[in-house]
Antibody, heavy 122, light 106 residues
């Protein structure tokens, strides 16, 4: 059974750093692109970026390039989303998700994590 | 970036109705259009990818069509369970942008 299990809710202050995780199981981690999606409270879905675990090829949305870092640890089948300096505007739910098929991004996100709520407040 | 525009942004319908949600891309995306359903407090659920391919387990009352720039999601016989927000997403080129969502109330 494919599972994506995200780390828990975080409350941080502006300027702090944070890394949230997405632990996967039940499939060949290396061959499926994994993505991150942001959803601010009461708002729509925003595509942040994707990573191909086999070679760590990463593609970011221009809106998030330089603001976050997406990475993986293949040894533990886990993807990460990291901030070096959080802002109040980063307050949101963050989802990781896996594409339908291996080795391609031209299909939808089939499996989703449960979401990690990040709250940034002074 | 490719812009995705959904309409209507919200609609109200009754059980048994047929509803159609439209998604328009700012440029040709061929067949690379996905539809998601999101219920409050839940992660999105993939309904259809590649414009018209069903994701496993999705009820047959959902269908998708379109190619190029114009796409539709149709729910043929609304059920109470279909109350949710629906999003389209293009996966033709990165960033894989989402539409702004259509909130369906039943």
């Amino acid at each position: 059974e494919v599972q994506l299990v995200q780390s828990g809710a975080e409350v941080k202050k502006p300027g702090e750093s944070l890394r949230i995780s997405c632990k996967t199981s039940g499939y060949n981690f290396a061959t499926y692109w994994i993505g991150w999606v942001r959803q601010k409270p009461g708002k729509g879905l925003e595509w942040m970026g994707i990573i191909y675990p086999r070679d760590s090829d990463t593609q970011y949305s221009p809106s998030f390039q330089g603001q976050v870092t997406i990475s993986v640890d293949k040894s533990i089948s886990t993807a990460y989303l990291q901030w070096n300096s959080l802002k109040a505007s980063d307050t949101a739910m963050y989802y990781c998700a896996r594409h339908v098929a291996p080795d391609t991004t031209m299909v939808g996100f089939e499996y989703w994590g449960q979401g990690s709520l990040v709250t940034v407040s002074s | 970036d490719i812009q995705m525009t959904q309409f209507p942004s919200s609609l109200s319908a009754s059980v048994g109705d047929r509803v159609t949600i439209t998604c328009r891309a700012s440029q040709n995306i061929e067949k690379y259009l996905n539809w998601y359903q999101q219920r409050p407090g839940k992660a999105p659920k993939l309904l259809i990818y590649a414009a018209s391919t069903f994701q496993g387990g999705v009820p047959s009352r959902f269908s998708g069509s379109g190619f190029g720039t114009d796409f539709t999601l149709t729910i043929s016989t609304l059920q109470p369970d279909d109350s949710a927000t629906y999003y389209c997403q293009q996966s033709y080129s990165t960033p894989h942008t989402f539409g702004q969502g259509t909130k369906l109330e039943i």
